[in-house]
């Protein structure tokens, strides 16, 4: 019940709560992260990348095909923003899957200006140039183990259920590949995401985001990290040949002088969780892919969370994994060695 407090009662509670104001400065100023620092929001929002809309004549446009952005900006942001590209469900950043605290307000502790992108058709920029269908297909078992879970996942069921139940449509052929990343090109190039990016990604946007590198023209690119990513991009003089059908999960390959744009990027770390064998397909082409980008001088690394980080039973989305906070200090890592971590 509420009461209204005696004068005496609320000189205390004005007093503690001064006190508490005094701690999240303090505790912002030090530059100290951790889930009791305060999150310190300068500003939050969201904005559309456009895209040039088709025409039925010159009357009738629509506006569509276009991505969506929602931004965070820090009290006191650092110069790196991180951008979170999901591959089908922007909650896989916003929280742990049994609710505890996401990438989103862990990066937000460490005052980096936090950007959670959709790129044309997917989430929240779903209004769609082409006519799109979507066929259910019962396959939330099939995820259970693509996504690499294991028994934490049994133990929780409440884990499962928002993991499983999360996801959206995901678009994925090369079409869809270059429609998004014609966009995210724009989008880093822009500056609306700042001047330094690292992009955070998982499975399919881990090949979306190297295309957007190899698109871009600015070096505002300064690092990609992927988790799991399911497709990579090679240059066309490497004998790789393209997937099969609409080749959903690449390999894409591009003119060697474009691909050479991702030596050019700082830092890539490909991620793998736990229990991924040799013999996986797309463990194999993330060594292959790192081992061209470094031919070119470029600084990629193929990262085994198990094996190389202790970090056992990881899954194919460790940023939202029961102990995800562990994860979470890895990007911290490629952070501080390139200098990315400072202040505006
Ligand atoms: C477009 O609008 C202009 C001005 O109202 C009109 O003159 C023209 O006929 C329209 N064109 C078409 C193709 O509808
Ligand atoms: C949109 O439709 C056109 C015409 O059918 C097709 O060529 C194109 O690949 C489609 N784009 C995407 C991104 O699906
Ligand atoms: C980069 O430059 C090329 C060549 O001028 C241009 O075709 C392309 O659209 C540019 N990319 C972006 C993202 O603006
Ligand atoms: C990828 O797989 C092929 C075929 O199994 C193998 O010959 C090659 O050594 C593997 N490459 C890497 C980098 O693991």
Redesign the pocket.
């Known amino acids: 019940m509420f009461a209204i407090p005696t004068s005496r009662a609320f000189v205390t509670l004005l007093l503690a709560a001064l006190a508490g104001q005094t701690e999240a400065e303090d505790a912002s100023r030090s530059g100290k992260s951790g889930p009791d620092k305060p999150i310190m929001l300068r500003q939050s929002g969201g904005f559309r990348q456009d895209h040039p809309s088709p025409e039925r004549n010159p009357n009738m446009t629509l506006s569509c095909d276009h991505g969506y952005v929602e931004y965070f900006q820090p009290w006191r942001p650092r110069k790196t923003s991180i951008v979170m590209w999901h591959s089908s469900s922007t909650q896989s950043f916003q929280n742990r899957w049994d609710g505890g605290e996401g990438f989103k307000d862990m990066f937000l502790r460490r005052e980096y200006p936090v950007y959670l992108w959709e790129g044309p058709r997917v989430g929240r920029a779903n209004w769609a140039c082409n006519a799109t269908s979507y066929a259910p297909d019962y396959r939330d078992q099939g995820n259970f183990v693509a996504w690499n879970f294991g028994p934490s996942f049994n133990e929780c069921e409440y884990a499962w259920q928002q993991a499983t139940s999360s996801r959206y449509q995901e678009f994925d052929s090369e079409a869809s590949v270059n429609l998004e990343t014609d966009a995210a090109a724009i989008a880093a190039d822009s500056g609306k995401l700042g001047t330094d990016i690292v992009y955070l990604t998982n499975s399919a946007s881990g090949l979306r985001a190297q295309m957007t590198a190899v698109k871009s023209n600015t070096t505002n690119i300064k690092g990609i990290v992927c988790y799991e990513s399911y497709g990579y991009v090679f240059p066309d003089d490497a004998g790789t040949k393209p997937g099969f059908g609409s080749n959903p999960f690449g390999p894409i390959l591009v003119p060697v002088e474009e691909f050479k744009k991702l030596a050019e990027v700082p830092a890539i770390q490909f991620m793998w969780g736990d229990h991924r064998d040799?013999?996986f397909l797309y463990l194999?082409q993330s060594?292959?892919a790192a081992?061209l980008i470094n031919q070119y001088g470029g600084n990629a690394e193929v990262i085994m969370l198990g094996k190389d980080k202790g970090l056992k039973g990881t899954t194919h989305i460790a940023f939202a994994d029961l102990h995800n906070e562990k994860v979470a200090g890895l990007p911290d890592e490629i952070l501080e060695v390139n200098g990315l971590t400072e202040y505006y």
């Open positions: 040799d013999s194999n060594r292959q081992a």
